[in-house]
């Protein structure tokens, strides 16, 4: 699987780890668990089986607009018995405008996902998976238990980075 990332600006980047070290200290699963050098907050903004040999030259031209302005929203669930629970990114003309650029430089992808397909995305940056369903209300409640409710999130997506997880690389675009 390859992908196309978008990585946070350090204070968001900062707030969304205290998010992820909440959750863990809460006993719950949480993305702070895995301690890969390259797991960090991002959103997907392209995710394939592969991308074309000249999407690379392409993505850096689109590198090149950013940074571009990211809200962090409300909480959102994926999933069923277990769940992902994820902050919703609230889109904007210039994430949009960003999102198309990069699905026009890796046209014609092997096997795209579906959820990160123009006109089906739903950005988001994720906090946990595998949460079970009955611990959903307390992971919620461990993001707002301090602050009287799950704060907005506002900063800047400031680097365009690709994943290979095949080789278990990444890199800046």
Do not use: C, K
């Not at 797991?39 to 690379?56: D, K, M, T």
């Not at 209300?137 to 900063?155: I, Y």
């Amino acid at each position: 699987m390859q992908s196309v990332e978008l990585l946070l600006d350090p204070a968001t980047d900062a707030a969304v780890r205290a998010e992820w070290a909440a959750l863990s200290t809460a006993g719950l699963p949480s993305q702070a668990d895995h301690r890969g050098e390259t797991n960090a907050p991002h959103v997907s903004v392209a995710v394939a089986g592969a991308f074309p040999g000249a999407a690379e030259e392409l993505l850096t031209a689109v590198a090149a607009g950013i940074p571009v302005p990211v809200r962090l929203g409300a909480p959102v669930l994926f999933g069923g018995r277990r769940v992902v629970l994820a902050r919703l990114v609230v889109t904007d003309r210039a994430l949009l405008d960003l999102h198309t650029a990069v699905w026009s430089a890796v046209a014609g992808a092997a096997d795209p996902s579906p959820h990160t397909v123009p006109g089906r995305w739903v950005p988001h940056v994720t906090l946990a998976r595998g949460i079970p369903a009955e611990e959903v209300a307390t992971a919620l409640g461990t993001l707002g238990r301090e602050r009287g409710g799950v704060p907005e999130l506002v900063g800047e997506a400031v680097s365009l980075r690709r994943w290979d997880s095949d080789a278990r690389r990444a890199w800046t675009v």
